[in-house]
Nanobody
Framework: VQLQASGGGLVQAGGSLRLSCVAS????????MAWFRQAPGKEREFVGS???????YVADSVKGRFTISRDSAKNTMFLQMNSLNPEDTAVYYC???????????????????WGQGTLVTVSS
């Protein structure tokens, strides 16, 4: 499967953005998918995941502000980001895997497929 992330941009603190990750070649319903992000000078970190079952998990740092959803008809995963703050500035990546297990959802190496990333910049 090939993944294409989009929707990044510049937003003021307190604002919202919605990122999209379009999958081509396979249906998103056949994969567990996730969002990671990498801020300047920092390691890539887990943001959230949606399993094939539909179960959703998000990192504590974004809980209550970010939500993940999936539209199988559009073969797309979304990341709705609200109440953004400058600490959310990062390149956001989507990832997918067919056999992801719960305990590995936060691990980069557990995902076989990655999109190219989309930059989100939050100004103060």
């Amino acid at each position: 499967v090939q993944l294409q992330a989009s929707g990044g941009g510049l937003v003021q603190a307190g604002g919202s953005l919605r990122l999209s990750c379009v999958a081509s070649g396979r249906s998103v319903s056949g994969y567990s998918m996730a969002w990671f992000r990498q801020a300047p000078g920092k390691e890539r970190e887990f943001v959230g995941s949606i399993f094939r079952s539909g179960n959703i998990y998000v990192a504590d740092s974004v809980k209550g502000r970010f939500t993940i959803s999936r539209d199988s008809a559009k073969n797309t995963m979304f990341l709705q980001m609200n109440s953004l703050n400058p600490e959310d500035t990062a390149v956001y990546y989507c990832a997918a895997d067919r056999s992801l297990i719960l305990s590995s959802r936060t691990v980069e190496g557990a995902y076989d497929y990655w999109g190219q990333g989309t930059l989100v910049t939050v100004s103060s």
